[in-house]
Nanobody, 123 residues
Framework: QVQLVESGGGLVQAGGSLRLSCAAS????????MGWFRQAPGKEREFVAA????????YYAGSVKGRFTISRDNAKNTVYVQMDSLKPEDTAVYYC????????????????WGQGTQVTVSS
């Protein structure tokens, strides 16, 4: 079992930055690929970014590529997403997730999910 707790969400103006963190506890964090997903009101949950257990592989959604950066610190059991040049359309609840499979853009391949943190970008 892996428990995931997100933090770092909040209200920011367009063009601003936020860094989300996801702290993991339970089984060996370093053996899991990690991902970030988001869900805006009335929309489906969508992929944002993913990182392999070794950080050697990362994936990004086209809508965030060049603006968001995913990273992890296995010594701290934490995964991050640095979000720069935020836009109002980035407003959503952001979830981190852990996968025992290789890093993926597909939500159903993730085994554990956090409760989410709200990010609101004002125009």
């Amino acid at each position: 079992q892996v428990q995931l707790v997100e933090s770092g969400g909040g209200l920011v103006q367009a063009g601003g930055s936020l860094r989300l963190s996801c702290a993991a506890s339970g089984r060996t964090f370093s053996s899991y690929a990690m991902g970030w997903f988001r869900q805006a009101p009335g929309k489906e949950r969508e992929f944002v970014a993913a990182i392999s257990w070794s950080s050697s592989t990362t994936y990004y959604a086209g809508s965030v590529k060049g603006r968001f950066t995913i990273s992890r610190d296995n010594a701290k059991n934490t995964v991050y997403v640095q979000m720069d040049s935020l836009k109002p359309e980035d407003t959503a609840v952001y979830y981190c997730a852990a996968s025992a499979s290789p890093a993926s853009t597909i939500a159903r391949r993730y085994d554990y999910w956090g409760q989410g943190t709200q990010v609101t970008v004002s125009s």
